[in-house]
């Protein structure tokens, strides 16, 4: 297994919409534990491919002692939001903000022997689902902030000037900034 680098924002691989798996098989699978493992690395409660710079439908999760992956992730939602709590991205490194989501999800998609997957969420782990599917969609979370807090962050990301940060100094804080949030990690 191997620990992977983390894209940050700025690079188009989080901006394109990642493409469907159709292939499974050992490649698959030794990606996705190098996807769990650095996401324990970093103590994320979620990766999408496209944040370690693969372009395809999958993220791992780790919250609550529940975790997992999903590949081809398709989300119904429940119309009313939970309370709103601030949000981490393992992308947008040392910022948190407080992002709405939905209450309830039904997730649906394939594990990685191409097995059906089922699930539904609330809490936290919905939140997560949700976090990540929308990575899939080539979104940040940043992008659903509104108002103040959307200036807030875009001058934060401006002024951290994510191009000149190394791999490493990304993961350090990606640690930091995980255990500041109530959820215990970003995504
Ligand atoms: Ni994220």
């Not at 769990?36 to 791992?60: C, E, S, W, Y």
């Not at 992730?73 to 949000?87: F, H, I, K, Q, R």
Request: glycine share 10%; charged share 25%.
């Amino acid at each position: 297994m191997a620990i992977l680098s983390i894209r940050i924002i700025g690079d188009p691989v989080l901006r394109t919409v990642a493409e469907e798996v159709t292939t499974f098989g050992p490649e698959l699978a030794k990606l996705i534990d190098d996807m769990h493992q650095t996401m324990v690395d970093v103590r994320g409660a979620g990766l999408a491919a496209p944040q370690i710079g693969v372009n395809k439908r999958i993220f791992t999760y780790s919250v609550d002692g529940e975790e997992g992956c999903v590949i081809n992730p398709v989300l119904v939602a429940s119309d009313d939001m939970a309370a709103a709590e601030p949000e981490g991205c393992l992308s947008v490194p040392g910022l948190g903000f407080t992002v709405e989501r939905h209450r309830w999800v039904r997730i649906t998609g394939v594990d990685v022997h191409g097995e059906p997957i089922d699930m539904e969420a609330t809490g936290t782990l919905a939140k997560c689902f949700q976090h990540e599917t929308d990575h899939l969609d080539g979104k940040l979370y940043v992008d659903r902030l509104e108002g103040e807090d959307r200036k807030e962050a875009l001058r934060a990301i401006r002024m951290a000037n994510y191009d000149d940060v190394t791999a490493e100094t990304v993961a350090q804080r990606a640690r930091t900034v995980g255990s500041a949030f109530s959820a215990g990690a970003a995504e």
